[in-house]
């Protein structure tokens, strides 16, 4: 099933193949577990970024692909999908950086500039704005609890699905909803009420 390409190195997974498969194969060829990296560390470390800072995120990333790459004969291939078990190893790596994470949010607070979002700025007028919003955001995102903030930054950040973030924290999707409801209400109130939902 899985098309493999001879080149003179070593045989590349093709992208047709899904997760569960990639990992099914790893057992036999550690070498293809690399192909699960190539897929999920790209939006796995944004999210970081965004929560821990540069510098943390890296390590968040590869400590998550660690953890997976040595957890990996417990996966359950029915699941299929392998981002919601990566987003729960990174989400939990995360939650030990707890004071770092509000550390970066109070920096945002005092200097208005998101070291993510900093660099991709097209305009003077856009990042004055957007400077006094992130404060505000930063402001709010320190205020909440833990796990209204896992919820909010999942599905906000992350872009996973209430099903997804579910399965992240391993909680009810009705309780992902309650947090998440209970999260924008904070931070609409923190913005004035103007936060989108």
């Not at 599905?155 to 999707?173: C, F, H, K, M, N």
């Amino acid at each position: 099933m899985a098309n493999r390409t001879h080149m003179g190195s070593p045989d590349v997974i093709s992208d047709e193949r899904d997760d569960a498969s990639v990992i099914a194969q790893s057992l036999d060829d550690p070498r293809c577990f690399g192909e699960l990296f190539r897929r999920h560390a790209p939006p796995l470390h944004r999210y970081a970024a965004r929560r821990l800072g540069g510098d943390l995120a890296d390590d968040i990333v590869a400590e998550t692909f660690h953890l997976a790459f040595r957890k990996r004969d417990s996966y359950d291939p029915a699941r299929g999908d392998a981002l919601p078990w990566l987003w729960r190893i990174a989400t939990n790596l995360i939650r030990r950086h707890y004071r770092s994470e509000v550390r970066l949010y109070r920096a945002l607070v005092r200097t208005g500039v998101d070291p993510v979002l900093e660099n991709h700025a097209d305009r003077v007028a856009e990042r004055v704005t957007a400077a006094a919003r992130t404060s505000q955001l930063a402001a709010a995102l320190a205020s909440l609890r833990k796990g209204d903030r896992d919820v909010l930054l999942l599905t906000a950040w992350g872009e996973l699905s209430y099903r997804q973030v579910a399965d992240v924290l391993e909680i009810p999707v009705g309780t992902v909803r309650s947090r998440l409801n209970r999260a924008r209400t904070k931070v609409r109130n923190a913005l004035g009420g103007t936060a989108d939902e």
